[in-house]
Nanobody, 124 residues
Framework: QVQLVESGGGLVQAGGSLRLDCAAS????????MGWCRQAQGNEREFVAT????????YYADSVKGRFTITRDNNKNTVYLQMNSLKSEDPAVYYC????WGPGRRTPEQYVYWGQGTQVTVSS
């Protein structure tokens, strides 16, 4: 079992930046493939970014590629999502997710553990 708690969401102007943090407890994050997903109001949850348990490979949704970066600090047992050049299509509740071992997962259904989510709002 691993518990995930997101923070860092908020209101930002279009073109601005936010960093989301996902703090894990219960197990070392190094044992998990980690990812971020998001769910906009009225939409299904969608994949945003992920890396494998080894941290060797990262994958991004086409809609965020080049703007978002996923990283991990094993010493702090924390995963980050740096979001730059935020757009009007980025607002959503952002969720941190984990599944033990294996490659980065690129669909929400493949994750087992979820945080409670953090809201990101972008103003034009």
């Amino acid at each position: 079992q691993v518990q995930l708690v997101e923070s860092g969401g908020g209101l930002v102007q279009a073109g601005g930046s936010l960093r989301l943090d996902c703090a894990a407890s219960g197990r070392p994050l190094s044992n998990f493939s980690m990812g971020w997903c998001r769910q906009a109001q009225g939409n299904e949850r969608e994949f945003v970014a992920t890396f494998s348990w080894s941290g060797g490979n990262t994958y991004y949704a086409d809609s965020v590629k080049g703007r978002f970066t996923i990283t991990r600090d094993n010493n702090k047992n924390t995963v980050y999502l740096q979001m730059n050049s935020l757009k009007s299509e980025d607002p959503a509740v952002y969720y941190c997710a984990a599944v033990q071992w294996g490659p980065g997962r690129r669909t929400p259904e493949q994750y087992v553990y979820w945080g409670q989510g953090t809201q990101v709002t972008v103003s034009s």
